[in-house]
């Protein structure tokens, strides 16, 4: 006979004791492009680009017309996503270039690791851009930040986008793909969805295209929906963001079809403005109208599209003006998980689910959103507070303000006519600047903009990760 006490026990823990329930916690996929512009999208106004299956996701969820990277450039806005902590915090201060000393240390606490610690499978496919040392033991790699599974180039598609050569799959380098990056990417998440992953979890799926960042190619058949441009540098632009459509529509489709729709929590943005000239250089991306590019701290460089979409949680067709930034994603997709954030640290990030459900219109930010970026004609520091945006150079010496709520496009510098509201912004600016400086790591301080390491051989074998 069983011991009556031992089975009350039980019967009171059954009925009284909380239990972590994996079928209670949303699937989450953050889906990044790469140097995709605030004007890029025909959703947000472009009047060539073809965009069907990110314009019929807008119309599912909510599009964020005042949504910013935490960079102007790729891989500190890609930091701030898995830390929700500004660059120079996390200490990805600025791109990496391959065999750069800058990396993510695994002392910051990646988004796929706490996910992973609370029950979910992880899964990493495209570009990474946050080591230089890729695929080396010296350097912390996907799977140390908490992916399961991973499949991912250290910078960019090569030798370009059509037939890549340069992939990693946990570890093991792939060796040559035929096909197109972006479809490539998505393919290895649906067959991680569909084959590889513990089914009996949540997900965390982080999809990270190289397209439409330079050098592209394009699938002929999406250049040929564009048989009216004459500009041949143009229309592989053109199609090249199409292509990224196409493969975003693809993992849609999946989803809808494993039945995942209803159950997924979905954020769309890009890692910082578009690249070049816009007119003549590679680069033909659009800002919608926006103060300068890629590698400026003003609107074109940092503000890009941000759409998201929680079927019977965020209201179809809706679209939200509060100032956002990649920061949030850390927090936000943490909390639709149910998992606490680390106390131990300052985050920049704010969960702004309160916003995409449309039960604020205004949030609450202990810290303000702020730029930086090291990289020399460009180097700036920029803080917005509410609808003012104030920027400095890289000395701290020379200023701008505008108020973004009449003047997106920065085109009157209003410190002259708003001396006292220009003083407390400038004093908060310095403060702010001064305390993230102080908490990061000073590679800044000594290896200049690309961080390059001194490393003999193709590999480190041996190495002790940060």
């Not at 510098?413 to 400038?426: G, I, N, S, V, Y």
Request: glycine fraction near 8%; aromatic fraction near 10%.
């Amino acid at each position: 006979m069983k011991n009556p006490l031992r089975l009350a026990l039980a019967l009171f823990a059954s009925f009284f004791v909380p239990r972590f329930s994996f079928a209670a916690q949303p699937n989450l996929i953050l889906f990044l492009a790469d140097d995709l512009g605030y004007g890029d999208l025909a959703s947000y106004g472009h009047p060539i680009i073809k965009t069907p299956n990110l314009d019929a996701f807008a119309h599912q969820g909510v599009r964020l017309t005042q949504c910013y990277s935490a960079s102007a450039v790729c891989s500190p806005s890609r930091s701030a996503l898995l830390t929700g902590r500004t660059p120079f915090r996390n200490g990805v201060y600025t791109w990496i270039a391959e065999g750069g000393v800058a990396h993510l240390r695994t002392s910051e606490i990646a988004l796929p690791r706490l996910l992973k610690g609370a029950g979910y499978a992880t899964c990493h496919s495209g570009k990474w851009h946050l080591n230089g040392l890729f695929n080396n033991l010296a350097q912390p790699q996907p799977g140390d930040h908490g992916y399961d599974w991973w499949m991912a180039t250290q910078n960019n598609a090569g030798p370009s986008h059509e037939n890549p050569s340069n992939f990693v799959r946990n570890g093991q380098p792939v060796g040559p793909l035929q096909g197109y990056s972006a479809p490539l990417v998505v393919s290895e998440a649906i067959t991680w969805l569909q084959e590889k992953r513990d089914t009996s979890k949540p997900f965390f799926l982080a999809v990270w295209t190289h397209e439409p960042h330079y050098p592209i190619k394009s699938d002929p058949k999406f250049k040929a929906l564009y048989p009216n441009l004459t500009d041949d540098v143009q229309r592989e632009h053109h199609a090249n963001v199409t292509q990224m459509d196409h493969a975003f529509g693809m993992l849609m489709k999946s989803l809808d079809e494993q039945k995942l729709t209803d159950s997924t929590f979905v954020f769309f943005t890009s890692d910082n403005g578009p690249e070049g000239d816009g007119i003549t250089t590679p680069g033909r991306g659009s800002s919608g109208g926006l103060r300068e590019r890629k590698r400026s701290m003003h609107e074109g460089g940092i503000r890009v599209p941000g759409l998201a979409r929680w079927p019977g949680h965020l209201k179809p067709g809706t679209t939200s003006d509060v100032p956002v930034i990649g920061s949030d994603v850390f927090p936000t997709m943490l909390a639709i998980a149910g998992v606490k954030p680390p106390a131990d640290r300052v985050l920049d990030g704010v969960n702004i689910l309160p916003v995409l459900t449309g039960t604020v219109t205004k949030l609450a930010r202990p810290q303000p959103l702020y730029w930086r970026l090291n990289m020399a004609p460009n180097a700036k520091v920029a803080m917005r507070v509410d609808d003012w945006k104030i920027l400095a150079n890289a000395e701290l010496t020379e200023f701008e303000l505008y108020n973004l709520k009449t003047d997106a496009r920065e085109t009157t510098d209003l410190k002259a006519t708003e001396p006292q509201r220009f003083a407390a912004l400038r004093d908060q600016l310095l403060k702010h600047h001064a305390a993230v400086e102080a908490e990061g790591p000073d590679w800044w301080r000594h290896l200049g903009p690309s961080g390059l390491a001194k490393v003999d051989g193709p590999a480190v074998k041996k190495g002790k990760k940060q």
